[in-house]
């Protein structure tokens, strides 16, 4: 989900996007990031506080936040 959604925000085509993967690596900037999450709620329809985002480094740190709002 997060490789096609970045895609569609940042208009740039990721080839190999892993959970190890460092987002800001990608060139996706703090506003991008915002986008891509906000994006992601309303396609999952959940909530993430801007809280849950502070240290978000990887593809899979975004992803465990998403998991534990999807499973709350």
Do not use: C, Y
Request: aromatic share 2%; charged share 30%; no cysteine.
């Amino acid at each position: 989900m997060f490789e096609k959604t970045a895609t569609e925000i940042v208009e740039k085509d990721f080839k190999t996007i892993e959970e190890n993967t460092v987002i800001s690596d990608l060139g996706i900037d703090s506003l991008g990031m915002l986008e891509i999450v906000g994006s992601m709620e309303r396609q999952l329809k959940i909530q993430i506080p801007d809280e849950a985002l502070a240290g978000i480094q990887t593809v899979r740190d975004l992803l465990e936040v998403v998991d534990k709002r999807q499973s709350a």
